[in-house]
């Protein structure tokens, strides 16, 4: 018998068709799963007067910013917490930043980002208390701000996103008093006890910014948690900072466990953490280094190893090939030097040498894909890019379904 098989392969062809068809539906139907990358950035783009930022900016012509954009842009960012950004009242800083640097190409085959979402709340830091919480006499000092800080907004933070933020959602806790925590550290013979009553948590401020990530029908709600705690030095044997340090992150371990949230009130007045199916990101510059360094590390060790908190890890080959080419102080260091996210002064008895101190730590019910730290080898990015901050951009990619 002689088959054709011209004829036959014709008519296999149409039959597949139809099939095909279906298949091809039946995937265009399925949700598509966004993988987001989130990213923390300590900028250091802070000034000693009000408003010198803000100029710099308007004139076009700073390079730190254009460096720090150009980062973001290598790195392709998605959801963006700005660390050490000053802050004015009417936040033209943070968009200017946005528009004028972020959202134009610092270089040849970088790309834009536009950031069409943004919030910038008011901090603790430089916002005058009245009181004398430095004991040095006075009670105007940048040390007597509810924040360190020389005036209202310095060291403040931004959030941008290129997903609708949920602006009647969102919750802060700036005013949330230190002593409301059960358990808090108070520094030994410091704060009188009127004193200690008034005195807030937050050196800046904790943000819990929900995002809607995926068509509006179905969208995905992340709760971007942000803060910046005050660094635990700059102080004195009563060790203030680094009793404040602990508790800014020790809220966090409260915030994510519901039956210990009931003390926690937010500035307009609403009571508890956050609900226990809830999905989160939890991002900024802790200001504490698992290992080395000065810092009371319970309550970060408490937080990383939460039952609702995975930590990635993210990495880069640059911090640890600083560490061995700058020694020093990271001779001593106990810590895997890859995850390292600062550089700080190395030499003995003048600094820490380098930290990880920047997190995106991610819901344990959520997918991590990918992670890092913007820290690359000496030969491959100019010097002046990687030093346009003493941080370092720390990234992960998170699947949102």
């Known amino acids: 018998m002689k088959v054709n098989y011209t004829l036959l392969s014709v008519l296999c062809l149409c039959a597949s068709v139809p099939l095909a068809w ?41 390079q730190q910013a254009r460096h720090i954009a150009e980062i973001v842009q290598r790195n392709a960012v998605d959801v963006l917490l700005l660390c050490e ?49 430095d004991r040095d006499g006075k009670n105007d000092g940048p040390g007597d701000a509810w924040g360190f800080g020389g005036f209202p907004g310095q060291y403040g933070m931004a959030l941008l996103s290129r997903h609708p933020i949920l602006t009647d959602r969102i919750r802060t806790f700036r005013e949330l008093p230190w002593s409301a925590m059960p358990g808090a550290l108070r520094p030994p013979d410091w704060y009188p006890d009127s004193v200690w009553q008034q005195m807030r948590l937050s050196s800046k401020s904790h943000w819990d910014v929900p995002l809607g990530i995926g068509p509006v029908e179905r969208a995905q709600v992340v709760h971007v948690l942000c803060s910046h705690p ?49 999905s989160f990101v939890l991002m900024g510059d802790l200001n504490c280094d698992p290992m080395d360094g000065d810092a009371r590390r319970e309550a970060l060790a408490a937080l990383r190893s939460h039952a ?12 640890e090939e600083q560490t061995k080419k700058q020694w020093g102080m990271n001779a001593s260091q106990r810590g895997d030097a890859a995850l390292d996210t600062g550089d ?33 080898l000496a030969h491959e990015v100019p010097v002046s890019l990687v030093a346009a901050s003493d941080h370092r951009l720390v990234w992960v990619d998170v699947e949102v379904r």
């Not at 900028?43 to 710099?56: F, I, K, S, T």
């Not at 005050?230 to 409260?254: A, K, L, M, Q, S």
Request: charged fraction near 25%; glycine fraction near 10%; charge should be negative.
């Open 308 to 319: 609702r908190v995975f930590d990635p890890e993210p990495r880069s080959a640059g911090g």
């Open 344 to 376: 700080f002064p190395d030499e003995h008895g003048s600094g820490p040498g380098n930290l990880r101190l920047d997190y995106v730590l991610v819901a344990r019910a959520m997918r991590a894909h990918g992670s890092g730290v913007f820290w690359p």
């Open 85 to 133: 950004l000053d802050r004015d009242e009417a936040t033209e800083t943070m968009a200017l930043f946005a528009d004028r640097f972020l959202g134009v190409a610092q270089g040849a085959g970088l790309t834009a980002i536009e950031f069409p979402y943004r919030y910038c709340g008011a901090t603790n830091t430089g916002k005058p208390s009245g009181l004398d919480l």
């Open 230 to 278: 005050t660094p635990p030095v700059f102080d004195g044997p009563e060790d203030r900072n680094g009793c404040r340090n602990h508790d800014e992150i020790r809220f966090w371990v409260d915030y994510l466990t519901p039956e210990k949230s009931e003390w926690i009130v937010d500035d307009a007045g609403t009571v508890g953490g956050l609900a226990a199916d809830s």
């Open 22 to 62: 279906v298949f091809l539906n039946r995937r265009s139907a399925q949700p598509v799963v966004p993988v987001v990358r989130f990213a923390t950035f300590n900028v250091a783009m802070n000034r000693e007067q009000p408003g010198a930022l803000l100029a710099e900016l308007r004139s076009g012509e700073c």
